[in-house]
């Protein structure tokens, strides 16, 4: 159970990390909570990893980069094994001469762990990543498939019994099927141990299932920070409600007030209500989002009232299996998607077949007010 009202176990303080001339990191700044599942997510190059690097102590801020913290202490010159962090490498990093059990230990010798002690420690780790020593610890890492090698990294790491584990896209590497089901064994790992986690990865669907809070990054910093439910349902900026989920992006000009909201009007003359935000003011341009789950279609002249509509004619119906994308084309070479859940298209198909004429339809309330970049 994450503590909101705890000191953070770890905190960046505008941290920023220059290459060369190029900037990695951009003066970002974040606190991570104890036992927190927190994701720094986004796309390749945006500074995600050196973040992480940054933690771990295998980067170190700038002179006049700002401060990391972990537990309060200023860390920006500590060593990787002064932290007592633990991590899981992209490439799991095993001894390809080490059987897995000697694999797992090396940490605990290292830091000068019991002989004695060393055993069952490994068992118990191993025991947390669901693989049976007496079946998978004498082997060696090329003896075991890619998940087993994922559960040997993260069992070496566990082992240590670190207050903050790091995980660099542990899962990169294996098929989508047992990825699923290691998502689901990491979170719950996570709430077991009372473990903080902060997890690297690219993946929307990983950052959305498994975390408590994530950082979204974009270009060097922090673009937004919030629960998924906060990402996904208010993103901040065009780059977040589109590398997060999918969006349709619409252009308008705000007109005047009304109740509940905002009029604006697109370069075609249609007419949309918008909710309140901080960035809206009459005759300003405004760019909102709305996710295709939250739209319908309907007959042009069967939009309910008080809803926004933008009419065009269906392009393409797509299957994709738990839902059908509805693709519309829009005047002015624009288009805007609409998942429809899919009930079964032997007995319940939708009505809705490439030319027809239709409205694309939404509450207002759904309308994602975006802010500039």
């Known amino acids: 159970m994450v503590d909101a009202d705890a000191a953070p176990?770890?905190?960046?303080?505008?941290?920023?990390?220059?290459?060369?001339?190029?900037?990695?990191?951009?003066?970002?700044?974040?606190?991570?909570?104890?036992?927190?599942?927190?994701?720094?997510?986004?796309?390749?190059?945006?500074g995600k990893t050196t973040t992480l690097r940054l933690l771990a102590g295998f980067e170190s801020p700038d002179e006049d980069g700002g401060e990391v913290r972990l537990h309060g202490d200023v860390v920006n010159k500590k060593r990787p094994y002064e932290r007592r962090l633990a991590m899981v490498f992209q490439n799991y990093a095993l001894f390809p001469h080490l059987t897995v059990e000697r694999n797992i230990a090396f940490g605990l010798e290292m830091?000068?762990?019991?002989?004695?002690?060393?055993?069952?420690?490994?068992?118990?780790?191993?025991?947390?990543?669901?693989?049976?020593?007496k079946t998978f610890g004498r082997r060696l890492p090329a003896q075991l498939s890619g998940g087993q090698r994922q559960r040997v990294a993260l069992a070496r790491a566990l082992v240590l019994e670190p207050s903050i584990l790091l995980l660099d896209e542990p899962l990169g590497a294996i098929d989508l099927k047992l990825r699923k089901e290691m998502q689901l064994e990491l979170k719950q790992l996570n709430e077991q141990l009372g473990t903080t986690f902060v997890y690297v990865t690219h993946d929307q669907e990983e950052a959305l299932t498994m975390s408590d809070r994530i950082a979204v990054m974009d270009n060097a910093r922090v673009a937004q920070l919030g629960s998924p439910a906060e990402i996904y349902e208010n993103p901040r900026t065009r780059f977040v409600a589109k590398f997060i989920g999918e969006s349709n992006f619409v252009e308008a000009t705000v007109s005047d007030r009304t109740e509940g909201g905002w009029r604006a009007v697109t370069a075609h003359g249609e007419h949309l209500i918008v909710p309140d935000h901080k960035t809206i003011a009459a005759g300003r341009a405004v760019c909102i989002a709305v996710r295709p789950e939250w739209l319908d279609i309907v007959r042009p002249d069967a939009v309910p009232a008080g809803e926004n509509a933008l009419t065009g004619a269906v392009r393409d119906v797509l299957y994709m299996g738990e839902t059908l994308h509805?693709?519309?084309?829009?005047?002015?070479?624009?288009?805007?998607?609409?998942?429809?859940?899919?009930?079964?298209?032997?007995?319940?198909?939708?009505?809705?077949?490439?030319?027809?004429e239709v409205a694309v339809a939404w509450m207002p309330v759904d309308c994602q007010v975006l802010e500039e970049e």
């Open 326 to 356: 509805v693709l519309v084309a829009l005047p002015g070479d624009r288009s805007m998607t609409v998942a429809l859940r899919n009930e079964g298209q032997f007995l319940r198909p939708i009505p809705w077949r490439r030319g027809d």
């Open 111 to 133: 830091r000068g762990a019991s002989k004695s002690e060393m055993p069952d420690r490994v068992v118990a780790a191993m025991s947390m990543v669901r693989l049976d020593a």
């Open 9 to 46: 176990v770890v905190e960046f303080r505008r941290v920023s990390k220059t290459f060369g001339s190029f900037r990695a990191v951009r003066d970002i700044s974040f606190e991570i909570r104890k036992g927190e599942f927190f994701s720094l997510l986004g796309p390749s190059g945006c």
